[in-house]
């Protein structure tokens, strides 16, 4: 379909707010041809995912310009970190439900320049519509990845150990500050989970180096016993868990009242969930070290189908009802 | 953000009615992992366009399941088309106001899978979530392309001919008959000019052809004047048309009542404009006679800015109010 339509153009709003955004990589040219050049010359491969996020589904409508700008980067930045590629360029479509104006522009493009520098990538293409509905967007993400080292989900093997990078469920709780439905935490504290919700940490340099230690890898987005659950699928075997390995802040527990539901299937850690060999477990902690993040053994995979967690007495408690976001 | 949400699951909509359009596609794991990888063993380089449409913006709300996937898909080709590479997959995220049943869902992946054996491409990624707003998708595509050989919208040269492939306006033609706008036209002719809405012709082999031949080149989808007004600015030239030399059917004609402002201007044609030197006029012809489309000069690049039309008496009408579709 196709109309005539008056006002500040989508010309005009590229060129001020998101060209700027692409001078850095010289196959965007400057976002104003056809589509984007991706050179190959160092013969690695091209790691692609894409996400898209709605407000009042992906986020608050009232989250600040900036907020929404980091978060749906590094979401998208963690899938890439999930097979050890290393980002180095990204698209973003935007539909908007009218001209946001100069000041959401502003805010919006000014974080997007911050996190293009933090983590070495472009904006290399995009799309800017208007829509009737809540404003969405849809991101792309490219990484490079040297042939045959990507880490998959599938892979596990039995005797695998679990791994979980950074600790969990601060961003579910980060969420629930924002909601209003947390009490009893110092302002510091909640200001804590709110930013581990707007800013999870991509865990690439980990990733990166867990190429031939690793045997599967996961980024925890649906809650660490849903993304757990993929890697078993697609492995064809089981896992045990104790909830006691599972790192866990104290603000975390304390925000959470305890409930161990909400922590390990709130999702959107954005930490890295992966399976490696016993007789790696220093090499890999060496890896870790190497990267600044901390990693945690929370269990091993077995050839059991199923997921087996197990609570701080020993008993196995059920898994359902730990299940994670569903859109329908 | 992140909730719980009963019914239907994302997963198993995306495992019945997607994953198997991602079978001919190694790198895409079956939909089954983080992210997809494209291989560069052949180092041709990698081509990205993208593109978010929104019903009731971009296509009828009640445009049926098959055509908007057919139109999706082909526009997009079209931007691959007009750097000259050769498309072989694409990402497609969905927003969808509900879960919209199994025959639309049927429809819309039976049309993507006809179209990926029509334009031998897979599909490698996606993502699927909930809006309240109205259903909304993103494609994001990828071609290849020899290091070198791609068409941009710069590089035209004074004294190039301007070219267009197939003819112009029947796209815009189709929309106001869905719209119920047209009169007189036989049921044949409408039908006609509906599917070329619908069904736009990614003009790929043509512009494979053209490498080395083509100084610059556009696909037009906002219209052919203002598509030609990118070529021109980004060119640092200006461009002189005669409008009768523009290719326009007699069912456009007779359906446009003669108004060369909703032909020019009313878009999404997808038809390749380019440009060459006069000097290759002949091979650019035999380069289109083997990919089987027709190509029209319709006038001459020159070094002062702007576009001058030119109509049937030799006399410059006026390119204002043909500008083409403006979402803000």
Redesign the interface.
């Known amino acids: 379909?196709?109309?005539?339509?008056?006002?500040?153009?989508?010309f005009e709003?590229i060129e001020t707010w998101f060209a700027p955004l692409s001078t850095s990589y010289d196959?965007a040219?400057g976002l104003?041809?056809?589509?984007?050049?991706?050179?190959?010359?160092d013969?690695?491969?091209?790691?692609?995912?894409?996400?898209?996020?709605?407000s009042?589904?992906?986020?608050?409508d009232d989250t600040p310009a900036a907020y929404i700008a980091a978060k749906a980067l590094r979401s998208n930045l963690s899938?890439?970190a999930?097979?050890a590629?290393e980002p180095f360029a990204y698209?973003l479509?935007?539909?908007?439900p009218?001209?946001p104006g100069d000041d959401w522009l502003d805010g919006f493009s000014q974080a997007l320049g911050v996190e293009q520098q933090m983590f070495s990538i472009a904006l290399?293409?995009?799309?800017?519509?208007?829509?009737?509905?809540?404003l969405?967007m849809?991101i792309?993400a490219?990484?490079r990845?040297e042939?045959g080292r990507?880490l998959?989900?599938?892979g596990a093997k039995p005797g695998d150990l679990v791994f979980v990078s950074g600790d969990i469920g601060a961003?579910?709780m980060g969420?629930r500050v924002l909601r209003g439905e947390v009490e009893g935490l110092s302002e510091a504290e909640a200001e804590i989970l709110v930013q581990r919700h707007y800013r999870p940490q991509p865990r690439i340099d980990l990733a990166r180096g867990l190429g031939g230690l690793a045997h599967s890898a996961?980024?925890i987005s649906?809650?660490l016993v849903q993304d757990l659950g993929?890697i078993c699928r697609?492995s064809g075997l089981g896992a045990r868990i104790e909830i006691k390995r599972i790192p866990i802040t104290d603000t975390v527990m304390k925000a959470s009242g305890g409930n161990m539901v909400d922590v390990l299937?709130?999702?959107?850690d954005y930490e890295l969930l992966f399976t490696a060999p016993a007789a790696n477990r220093i090499v890999v902690e060496e890896a870790a070290n190497k990267a600044n993040v901390d990693v945690t053994v929370i269990g091993e995979m077995h050839e059991s189908e199923g997921i087996k967690l197990i609570d701080a007495d020993g008993d196995e408690i059920s898994a359902d009802g730990i299940?994670?976001?569903?859109?329908?």
């Open positions: 379909m196709s109309d005539k339509d008056d006002g500040a153009g989508e709003l196959g040219f104003t041809d056809d589509a984007a050049v991706l050179d190959v010359a013969a690695r491969n091209i790691v692609v995912t894409t996400d898209m996020l709605v009042g589904v992906h986020f608050l899938d890439l999930a097979m590629a698209t479509s935007l539909a908007l009218q001209h290399i293409g995009g799309d800017t519509v208007s829509t009737s509905g809540p969405s849809c792309t490219f990484g990845v042939p990507e998959r989900r599938s961003s579910a969420l996961i980024d649906d809650g993929h697609h299937g709130g999702g959107e299940s994670g976001f569903r859109h329908f």
